[in-house]
C-alpha cells in the first residue's frame, strides 16, 4: 500500500507530515513529499488531514483496487470516502464519524 502527492495540488500546509505515524512524509520547505512510498503503512491519516486532497492513497487489488485511488472529502460530520478508478468511474461513500464506533 502506498499514497501519492499531488505536487500541483499541495499548499505545503504540514498538516499530512504532522499525522504521519511513520514520520514518512516530510516538507521541502514548500511542498509535501514521500521520499519511500514503499514504506507506508497504510494507515490513511494524511488523506484525512489534506485540505485540498493532494494526497491520495492506492488500493490494493484485494480491495477493489487495481490502479484506484482513494480521498476522502469532509461535509460537517460525514467523511466521505471518493474513490477513482483507472476507468473513470468514482465512487462516494459517506460515513458518520459521530456514528462510526456506534457498534
Not at 480491495?63 to 474513490?83: A, F, Q, R
Amino acid at each position: 500500500m502506498s499514497i501519492a502527492i499531488d505536487s500541483e495540488k499541495c499548499v505545503g500546509c504540514g498538516r499530512c507530515s504532522e499525522v504521519c505515524p511513520g514520520s514518512l512524509i516530510k516538507l521541502d520547505g514548500k511542498k509535501a513529499y514521500i521520499k519511500y512510498p514503499k514504506d507506508c503503512w497504510g494507515c490513511t491519516s494524511c488523506i484525512k488531514e489534506c485540505p485540498v486532497h493532494a494526497v491520495k492513497f492506492y488500493l490494493g487489488a484485494d480491495i477493489g483496487g487495481m490502479g484506484s485511488l482513494v480521498h476522502t472529502e469532509k461535509e460537517g460530520d460525514i467523511l466521505n470516502w471518493i474513490i477513482e478508478a483507472p476507468d473513470g468511474k468514482v465512487t462516494r461513500i459517506g460515513i458518520n464519524q459521530k456514528e462510526s464506533n456506534k457498534y
